[in-house]
């Protein structure tokens, strides 16, 4: 019962949309947008080392680190399929210029094309499930999502299913997650 009640303060029950229901605010969005915050900032200061050993673009440094840290704190907030995927995107985009950022040594090469590759399919993944799930719903905000699975995912039970599977292989896939990662 605690565990309901600490959802409904933090998350359920004090939720409103924002920018037209692509967003949504809410405490647990805040607390988890505190702690993406100061997450980033601990990357920073860990990499101080690094960033002293390899010197030749410090600017570019914490500017992508930063730029990764205003799609993630978007993606928080996502409230739909597709502002998720693109704060997904974009993260991703700076991922791979983090990866590439010692060009000079050859597996960072290897690793920001291997990397780009395998996410370009994953983007393929996410946009074909989360197309199903709109074509069987007609909408692609989470709530309504969630009110068609309980009212009639029952009837387009395999087709949902495999959209839900693309859709959260290709998020699994494209943030090198378990079960997805390689």
Same mark, same amino acid.
């Given at each position: 019962?605690? @565990?309901?009640? $600490?959802?409904? *303060? %933090?998350? #359920? =029950?004090? &939720?409103?949309?924002? +920018? ?7 405490? @647990?969005?805040? $607390?988890?947008? *505190? %702690?993406? #915050? =100061?997450? &980033?900032?601990?990357? +920073? ?13 410090? *600017? ?8 990764? +840290? ?113």
């Amino acid at each position: 019962m605690s @565990g309901l009640l $600490l959802y409904q *303060l %933090l998350i #359920g =029950v004090l &939720t409103s949309p924002a +920018l037209q229901g692509y967003f949504s605010v809410s405490r @647990g969005a805040d $607390l988890l947008k *505190l %702690l993406t #915050g =100061v997450s &980033t900032l601990l990357v +920073l200061v860990a990499s101080g080392k690094y960033l002293k050993e390899h010197y030749q673009h410090t *600017l570019e440094y914490p500017t992508m680190v930063a730029l990764a +840290l205003w799609f993630m704190l978007f993606l928080v907030q996502a409230n739909h399929l597709i502002s998720a995927f693109l704060c997904i995107v974009g993260f991703s985009l700076n991922l791979y210029v983090l990866i590439l950022y010692d060009i000079a040594v050859r597996p960072s090469r290897e690793a920001g094309l291997k990397y780009y590759y395998l996410s370009t399919l994953s983007s393929g993944l996410v946009l074909y499930g989360a197309f199903l799930l709109y074509a069987l719903s007609g909408s692609g905000e989470f709530g309504e999502l969630y009110t068609f699975f309980l009212r009639d995912g029952i009837r387009y039970s395999e087709l949902a299913r495999a959209a839900v599977m693309l859709t959260i292989f290709g998020v699994f896939f494209k943030l090198s997650a378990v079960p997805a990662h390689l």
